[in-house]
């Protein structure tokens, strides 16, 4: 099993629509969970860290972490077409490893 | 200020050269990383420094070799690589808390390898 996965597949979304992205984990003691966007050819930025079970919210992202179940998940809400990207999950191991998963790509479509 | 900074951009190599990739942060992050990210694949992580020590080598061949000059600065020397080594470079850094920390790793943004 993989330490994190993301399903696969592009999403595409229509602009204004909600993207859902999710995400499972392996190692059940993990506590620290990121959700990094790139775009081609550019490095991942940061958009969203959550470390409590629940929900977080900040602007139009909305990370969702559900420790029992070992799944961290993202929404998008009114997606834009500059939303456009790959999403790559990544959890927090030990020795400061970032353990990250395949990603997805999400296309909004105008 | 989350930013991290590397140099060269974009490098063109031979097989025989002698290269070096540059990373800088003032940020006070106290734990730097190399990574190697090849097109539609995650970043792989290569090293990782903590306190200017390299506390993390995940089996990198010998014909990468990091170097950590002091906390601000992370080098990545190049020697001797071959064409399955091109592709994007990243840097990150993160602040040092030790144990069960909760460190967000910023990245730079990378230096585009091609190795001829």
């Known amino acids: 099993q993989k330490e994190v996965e993301q399903n696969s597949g592009p999403l595409s979304v229509p602009e204004g629509a909600i993207a859902s992205l999710n995400c499972t984990y392996s190692?059940?003691?993990?506590?620290?969970f990121f959700w990094y966007r790139q775009y081609s050819g550019k490095s991942p930025e940061l958009i969203m860290f959550i470390y409590s079970n629940g929900d977080k919210e900040d602007g139009r992202f909305t990370a969702q972490l559900n420790k029992a179940s070992q799944y961290v998940s993202l929404l998008i809400r009114d997606s834009q077409p500059s939303d456009s990207a790959t999403y790559l999950c990544?959890?927090?191991?030990?020795?400061?490893?970032?353990?990250f998963g395949k990603g997805n790509q999400v296309v909004v479509i105008p | 200020d989350t930013e991290v900074t590397q140099t060269p951009k974009h490098l063109v190599m031979g097989m025989t050269n002698k290269k070096s990739l540059k990373c800088e942060q003032h940020?006070?992050?106290?734990?730097m990383y190399w990574y190697k990210q090849k097109a539609k694949k995650p970043p792989e992580l290569m090293f990782v420094y903590s306190y200017e020590k390299l506390s993390i080598n995940e089996s990198v061949p010998s014909r990468f070799s990091p170097e950590c000059p002091n906390s601000s600065l992370l080098n990545l020397h190049l020697h001797a690589l071959q064409p399955e080594d091109s592709a994007l470079y990243l840097c990150?850094?993160?602040?040092?808390?030790?144990?069960?920390?909760?460190?967000?790793?910023?990245f730079g943004p990378g230096t585009r390898l091609l190795v001829l």
């Open positions: 990544a959890v927090r191991g030990g020795n400061n490893r970032l353990a």
């Open positions: 190692d059940r003691g993990s506590q620290s």
């Open positions: 990150a850094s993160s602040r040092q808390t030790g144990l069960a920390g909760k460190e967000t790793q910023y």
């Open positions: 940020m006070g992050h106290r734990a």
